[in-house]
């Protein structure tokens, strides 16, 4: 009994110190948006757009990447109906399904954002995007304390994930960007979680294979990359469970995946059209070879603050290995038949029979969520220009990066256990602590999440007293383009 009480009483302990950082990280962000950011992406504005606009979902175009309207005069009123609904346009899911058939991404964040707006009919705000962001900001941090908890078997270790990712450069781009990206991430850590913790139970029930095809359907219903990472996760605890002679669990899970997925096919038809190569046309061509390390930066920069990461150490190391098992080779042969050569033949060899063992002793889990991660690295990298995106481009991998940084604990407090006495145990994870402080702090004082933009002073004036009139000269889609916008400024002084 008393078992029980302590471990209900520690239970307790970690859901209020979640809860305390959760609260935390909302003022923040909410700190973020409300004050510190002053302007806002097109694709903010996009967001509103595909929901709400009855009339055509694209301003500058007929459809995607189409422009067609250079010669015509737009009013205010074209903005005002673009991004608000009306009493003939509230609660029209068609229009909506229809909007997003001609861009590329699901309908699902969009029909939530509509339903809002449909609530406050004829009325606009960018609360209602952002008050989504914190509901998935809410249930992301949850599941993935329980997904980190479980891989690292330490609630402890579950906390310091929840902490490094929320306060990360990349969490909080993730909760501000007003896009489709917040729900997407709840809904990728919500299926890992799924996905893990049938690996591990002994008898699931049938609601664990119900809520995995709720979720693949959700997940495929929100962005179409959520595909990529979750088809990854699937087949291989699929091959693990098959490994494992669990057949019967392998195909329920994997049945109750592919009948979400053909859900959200059918659901909305539009994503065979979607998934077609060459339907975004960029300025360039996407090129893993000559983006990979520009690609990689992003990451680096928003999870640890440090801007870039040489490739020439990686040669470096393997070049300089690659010749050491060479010239040792020679040595190896001349001494084949000492006994320090045997012991240690026969220790290598002991050795690398035993690694299966050691692999599986980390959890193979973690193993499951790195390579989803790295495929989709691969995936985006392969079909994403960078150039026109920049740093942008870490929208794409805001869904991967909680699993990436759940997979790098669970290896870490993996090699704290194998520690004794529990004195250094208790040790390391304190350096351990001390360093992922030592990295929020860093990242967050050479860098501003991405999405936290600062463009224009507030209500248009300038600090000097001027105020500013911008004309855009409309050049169409000029981002995906290539090209970028004209403007003809215009401006006054103000009476002081």
């Not at 449909?118 to 941090?141: D, E, M, P, R």
């Not at 994930?161 to 850590?189: D, E, P």
């Not at 790195?370 to 495929?375: G, I, K, M, N, W």
């Not at 860093?442 to 600090?463: C, D, M, S, V």
């Amino acid at each position: 009994m008393r078992n029980k009480d302590r471990a209900g009483s520690h239970s307790t302990i970690f859901a209020i110190l979640l809860g305390v950082l959760i609260i935390v990280q909302i003022v923040l962000n909410t700190y973020s948006f409300a004050v510190k950011k002053t302007a806002y992406h097109e694709d903010e504005n996009l967001s509103y757009g595909l929901a709400n606009s009855y009339d055509r979902p694209f301003l500058y175009g007929s459809s995607l990447q189409v422009p067609d309207n250079y010669d015509i005069w737009m009013t205010g009123k074209d903005f005002y109906d673009y991004e608000r609904t009306d009493e003939n346009t509230r609660f029209r899911y068609d229009n909506v399904w229809s909007n997003l058939s001609q861009e590329v991404h699901p309908p699902l964040y969009y029909a939530v954002i509509h339903t809002i707006s449909s609530v406050f009919t004829g009325k606009f705000s960018w609360w209602y995007a952002y008050i989504v962001n914190v509901i998935c900001l809410i249930v992301t941090q949850i599941f993935l304390f329980l997904l980190a908890s479980r891989l690292c078997r330490s609630r402890a270790a579950g906390l310091l994930v929840c902490a490094f990712w929320g306060f990360s450069l990349a969490g909080q781009s993730n909760f501000i960007f007003l896009r489709n990206y917040g729900m997407l991430t709840m809904f990728m850590v919500i299926y890992a979680y799924l996905a893990l913790s049938l690996l591990d139970s002994e008898k699931p029930r049938r609601r664990d294979y119900i809520w995995v095809c709720v979720i693949a359907f959700l997940g495929a219903m929100t962005q179409h990359f959520f595909l990529v990472t979750a088809f990854v996760i699937t087949l291989l605890e699929c091959l693990y469970l098959f490994a494992k002679r669990k057949v019967k669990k392998a195909f329920f899970f994997g049945l109750s995946a592919l009948a979400g997925v053909l859900l959200s096919f059918a659901a909305f038809p539009a994503t065979f059209e979607h998934l077609k190569s060459g339907r975004i046309k960029y300025s360039g061509e996407p090129s893993l070879k000559q983006f990979h390390g520009l690609f990689s930066s992003i990451i680096v920069k928003e999870l640890t603050g440090f801007r870039y990461i040489s490739t020439e150490w990686f040669i470096y190391f393997w070049t300089g290995l690659l010749l050491l098992i060479i010239l040792s080779l020679p040595l190896l042969f001349l001494f084949r038949n000492e006994k320090w050569m045997k012991r240690l033949r026969q220790g290598t060899v002991s050795r690398i029979k035993s690694i299966p063992h050691r692999i599986t002793a980390v959890s193979p889990g973690a193993f499951i969520l790195l390579a989803a991660s790295v495929t989709l690295y691969i995936v985006v990298a392969s079909t994403v220009y960078y150039p026109d995106f920049d740093d942008g481009c870490d929208r794409y991998f805001f869904m991967a990066e909680p699993l990436l940084i759940t997979a790098a604990a669970s290896f870490i407090f993996w090699i704290i256990r194998k520690f004794d006495p529990k004195a250094v145990r208790y040790a390391l994870m304190s350096v351990t602590t001390a360093t992922v402080t030592a990295l929020i702090l860093f990242q967050n004082i050479r860098f501003e999440p991405e999405y936290l933009i600062k463009a224009a002073p507030k209500n248009g004036t300038a600090k000097n007293g001027t105020e500013y009139l911008f004309i855009e000269w409309k050049m169409g889609n000029y981002i995906y383009g290539g090209m970028r916008p004209e403007y003809y400024v215009f401006k006054r002084e103000m009476s002081q």
